[in-house]
């Protein structure tokens, strides 16, 4: 009589393997990138009106330019610019 060993138990590990560690470096990537957006509230926060709209900002467009950084806030600007 011949025993026959499958292996298909082993890739089935594997590959559930590679699905969760992938999914915690997703969740790792989602993290760090959530703690950069806070940190960057905040620094953007503790500047003055003034320095705000020097950079081309305002007190209100604070979370959309840390939600998308790589967009230039000076495109979005609806009013213009106060003449302090």
Do not use: H
């Not at 499958?6 to 594997?14: A, E």
């Not at 997703?26 to 003055?48: G, I, N, P, T």
């Not at 007190?59 to 610019?81: F, H, K, L, M, Q």
């Amino acid at each position: 009589m011949t025993t026959i060993y499958s292996t298909t138990w082993l890739d089935r590990t594997s590959a559930s393997t590679w699905y969760v560690s992938s999914l915690i470096l997703k969740c790792w990537d989602a993290f760090q990138e959530r703690r950069e957006r806070q940190k960057l509230c905040s620094a953007l926060s503790e500047l003055s009106d003034r320095e705000l709209i020097d950079i081309g900002t305002t007190r209100g467009e604070i979370g959309y330019v840390a939600s998308n950084r790589s967009i230039d806030p000076r495109g979005i600007r609806s009013t213009p610019p106060l003449n302090v």
